[in-house]
């Protein structure tokens, strides 16, 4: 991909206490060759140590095949495209690096390292962006081949040691940063893919393992960030797609997602506006807390096409204030835990949840709420062409405690057979009170098509619930 920048460039390695004050040590062979080459290094012809930073201002690559300890990694070569940009290349050993690493570090600059063997450690010891892929230009990160290891502060979840991929804000005019990961495994503590304002940051898996024990971010705070899974496996704590007004873009067609805290799509708190898009089209998603699209004033679309999204508790679309749409046109969720909802909160109110849902399969062993917790809330469910609803535990409600419920049936099937319910089973049409005592019936079932099928199941209409 060609990409044009004006000021020079530079490629740095590194690995040393703080305390320290690196020498800047040069590549400066006019060819390829080994990292290991003393006569290529300048000053001194001294190949870069635990107190050294390596810095390849050429056009050349560098290989790294042997164990070696270094201080900092940047990036600032001039370039008109990435394959004349300065690079360093790791094939095996084990490299540590304890202070930073940085590529596109400087303005105009293109900062490669590719990794295709060995390990890479870049254990953060220090607590300001310590490793940025990104930060003025553009900095690449492309990781491959079976049994490599990426370890990035693994065992960190702060905002200063965090992985950052494409950096903006602050004395970041906005950077752009790359990571590509076909094979081998990653190991981080937070993850900020597009963070602040101008940065702009994207991560493509099509193979190996990605492991984030912090929380992940893909645009936050202004930036705009984009998730792209198309094989292979990510394990983490929470993932946020728009988090405090940035733009977030996450998309899967393969491999498998497991989460062990929240997955939002739009977050927004205060006046800071967030806009998330999340798509499912192949693949496995297991969602083991709760999930919120549109969540805190923020807006959030799910976009459910192939694939199976497994929910182990609540499912909200809006949720707090927030604006969110789902669109299911194949695929299937399961709502093992918690409840399916559209439009709910207990606190803020003025949520508002949209489901237009042409094919694919839902299907809830728990309450499906269209309208929920709050008089200003409002869900609305729209069921059309060979999309299925399948109950078999739990509460339908609309107009859950004086909020707006409205199912529209067009086509498609919704069924509940109470047989196989383990506890309640009910179907309740305006069934709430708003907290004052004033009692509001705004459930409604519009059908023109498609069937509505109840087996066993108690039928309250415009009660209390």
């Known amino acids: 991909m060609k990409k044009t920048f004006s000021l020079p460039a530079l490629l740095l390695l590194a690995s040393l206490p703080l305390t320290a004050t690196a020498t800047d040590l040069y590549w400066e062979a006019g060819a390829d060759g080994l990292f290991s080459d003393t006569a290529a290094w300048t000053p001194g012809n001294t190949v870069p140590g635990t107190s050294d930073t390596a810095i390849n201002a050429s056009e050349y690559t560098v290989t790294i095949n042997a164990d070696w300890g270094m201080q900092n990694i940047k990036s600032a070569n001039i370039t008109a495209d990435e394959a004349t940009a300065a690079r360093f290349l790791q094939t095996s050993g084990a490299v540590t690096v304890s202070n930073w690493f940085h590529l596109g570090e400087d303005s105009g600059s293109i900062g490669i390292y590719e990794i295709t063997g060995g390990t890479l450690d870049a254990n953060a010891s220090v607590t300001d962006s310590a490793v940025r892929i990104g930060g003025n230009g553009l900095g690449i990160l492309k990781i491959s081949g079976e049994g490599t290891i990426v370890n990035i502060a693994p065992d960190s979840d702060g905002w200063g040691n965090a992985f950052r991929i494409g950096n903006g804000g602050g004395m970041y005019s906005g950077g752009e940063g790359w990571v590509i990961q076909e094979g081998g495994t990653v190991n981080a503590g937070r993850v900020l893919i ?31 960030g984009t998730f792209t899974i198309t094989g292979g496996t990510f394990s983490g704590k929470k993932l946020h797609v728009s988090h405090e007004g940035g733009t977030g873009t996450f998309s899967m067609s393969n491999g498998e997602v497991s989460l062990s805290s929240w997955f939002i799509v739009g977050h927004k708190t205060g006046t800071s506006g967030g806009t998330g898009t999340a798509t499912i089209s192949g693949g496995i998603f297991n969602a083991n807390y709760q999930s919120a699209v ?27 204030g927030g604006t969110g749409t789902i669109n299911i046109t194949g695929g299937a969720i399961n709502q093992n835990g918690g409840a399916f909802v559209l ?35 409002k869900g609305i469910y ?28 067009t086509g498609g099937s919704f069924s509940y057979d ?29 059908q023109s098509g498609g069937t509505f099928t109840a087996t066993g199941v108690d039928t309250n209409i415009g009660g209390n619930g």
């Open 194 to 224: 597009g963070q602040d304002s101008g940065g702009q940051g994207s991560y493509s898996l099509s193979g190996g393992t990605l492991n984030s024990s912090g929380d992940a971010y893909v645009g936050g705070y202004n930036g705009t």
């Open 294 to 320: 549109g969540n805190e004033l923020g807006t959030g679309t799910l976009n459910i096409t192939g694939g199976t999204l497994n929910a182990a508790s609540y499912l909200c679309i809006g949720r707090q």
């Open 343 to 377: 439009g709910g909160d207990t606190i803020t109110g003025n949520s508002s949840g949209t489901a237009h849902h042409s094919a694919g399969t839902l299907n809830s062993m728990v309450d499906i709420k269209i309208g929920a917790d709050n008089s200003t809330n």
């Open 382 to 409: 729209n069921l059309s062409g060979s999309g299925e609803i399948h109950m078999t535990n739990g509460w339908l409600s609309l107009g859950n405690k004086g909020s707006e419920g409205v199912l529209n049936m």
């Open 418 to 446: 109470a047989s196989l319910a383990a506890g309640t089973s009910r179907i309740s049409i305006g069934d709430g009170k708003k907290k004052d005592g004033a009692t509001y019936t705004e459930g409604t079932i519009n």
